[in-house]
């Protein structure tokens, strides 16, 4: 049964059927059948790829599910059994368009976004909430349109509004044959047909043949905006209500270290002594958590701020490897810089923050009894400082690279080791050096290692 339509969704429809129609779709992706002659153009072959492959309608439908949200997946499943009632393959009594209403009824029924591609990245089939999202009225012919064109028609951006290169588009990597489900969805700007900026997570799946040939790809695009506010109001709670039991907990602990120095009390054994550092130093790493959080609030509302002083660099930075030595004793830190002093005007506070977790990223990450180095260099008319830490450690993969300031998100080679984080580390950091009028990137290689670089404009010293 066709799902019912607007007027203006039905002139649509009629404007550019292909967009629409999901038979001769479902069909090619869904249900084994004979050979056809024709082959519409939204439904051609890979070069070298003849006939048509035996599909396995139930393995391309739950991978459809699997980059949907649970629910949506568990109706999938549930409607699946009645489809494959209706039209069990190699029936031909049944109406041949049978399992492809039933699985056209399910995509309509989605109220998120769902669109179909073929191999080449030709948009074959958008469900109503897609139409309505991306205002798809507003333009006829999309099915002729190749990924990279379609990338530059939706103006692909990053979710903080930085030109995405079309190929790390979610769309371009599921076409490669990656899947990228509902936990781990992009985000990502698109500027719909109407003009409109959209701000999606999107996640999504590659289609295949039975004989594994990739036929094209399923994007599920959700607006994240309202998500986003969600989010950021529930940690920005969570951080508040997390700061006065730990400064409490963290007073108590140094009030007691404190008296039994002086001899109130009975003296504490070596494992009650160990015991308070042990609560000392995780309560502390629970303090740094919220002010990260709190940041990253005041961040997302745009009033995280800096405050400037007069500051000494090399002094800073020789401090900050200082600490972060005593606390990584596997590992060998060392400053390098012909400079003896450079002067500028700095968020002290901040520059440390961020080069504690700079330098905390590369001991965490390096194996043991390697080397970190962190190298300061003025540029040649003294106005810019580049600050550089090289480590021996895991790298970054190349396809994650572009994400790796995004708020949250964290390497698969990291999880995969059990290596802690929270992902908000190095998307601060960004945001403390973009403050400061600065510049941080990077360069990695897999199983090599990492550089991340920091670049500083040397303002004038403020007068006292």
Not at 4 to 30: G, K
Not at 421 to 435: D, H, K, S, V
Request: charge should be negative; glycine fraction near 6%; proline fraction near 5%.
């Amino acid at each position: 049964m066709e799902p019912i339509r607007s007027d203006e969704e039905m002139r649509a429809h009629q404007e550019y059927p292909e967009v629409f129609s999901l038979p001769t779709l479902i069909d090619d992706f869904f249900v084994p059948k004979p050979v056809s002659t024709t082959r519409p153009l939204h439904q051609r072959r890979p070069s070298g790829q003849k006939g048509r492959a035996e599909i396995t309608p139930e393995e391309q439908v739950s991978s459809v599910c699997a980059a949907l949200l649970p629910g949506e997946a568990r109706a999938f499943r549930e409607a699946l059994p009645m489809a494959q009632a209706d039209h069990a393959p190699g029936d031909q009594r049944c109406e041949p368009l049978s399992w492809g209403a039933h699985v056209t009824a399910i995509f309509e029924a989605i109220p998120d976004s769902l669109t179909l591609y073929d191999h080449e990245g030709r948009l074959v089939y958008a469900n109503q909430a897609a139409w309505k999202l991306f205002a798809l009225n507003r333009r006829a012919g999309m099915s002729s349109l190749k990924l990279r064109e379609l990338a530059r028609l939706f103006q692909v951006r990053d979710e903080d509004g930085k030109p995405l290169p079309y190929e790390w588009w979610s769309l371009a990597r599921i076409l490669h044959g990656e899947q990228i489900p509902e936990a781990r969805a992009e985000k990502t700007l698109i500027r719909s047909l109407d003009g409109h900026d959209l701000l999606l997570s999107e996640s999504g799946c590659p289609l295949y043949s039975g004989n594994h040939q990739l036929m094209g790809a399923a994007l599920i695009s959700k607006t994240a905006r309202a998500t986003e506010q969600l989010q950021d109001d529930f940690l920005a709670l969570i951080a508040h209500e997390l700061r006065s039991p730990l400064t409490t907990l963290l007073g108590y602990t140094e009030i007691l270290r404190q008296k039994t120095e002086r001899g109130a009390g009975g003296k504490l054994a070596g494992w009650q002594i160990e015991a308070l550092e042990t609560i000392s130093r995780d309560a502390m790493q629970l303090v740094e958590l919220t002010n990260d959080l709190l940041d990253v609030a005041r961040l997302r509302a745009g009033v995280l701020e800096v405050h400037r002083c007069d500051a000494d660099l090399v002094a800073l930075a020789q401090r900050v490897v200082t600490r972060v030595q005593a606390r990584a004793r596997r590992h060998t830190i060392s400053l390098q810089t012909t400079a003896r002093h450079i002067v500028g005007a700095l968020d002290v506070q901040g520059i440390e923050r961020v080069l504690t977790n700079l330098l905390s990223n590369a001991v965490k990450y390096s194996p043991d009894a390697s080397e970190i180095l962190l190298t300061i260099t003025e540029g040649p008319d003294a106005q810019v400082v580049v600050l550089a830490i090289h480590d021996q450690g895991i790298g970054i993969p190349k396809s994650q690279q572009p994400h790796i300031f995004r708020r949250f998100f964290r390497a698969d080679n990291a999880r995969a080791r059990g290596i802690d984080g929270t992902g908000l580390g190095l998307y601060l950091c960004r945001a403390l050096i973009e403050l400061h009028n600065g510049r941080l990137w990077f360069e990695s290689a897999e199983g090599k290692g990492s550089t991340f670089y920091v670049a500083l404009p040397l303002m004038e010293s403020q007068a006292p």
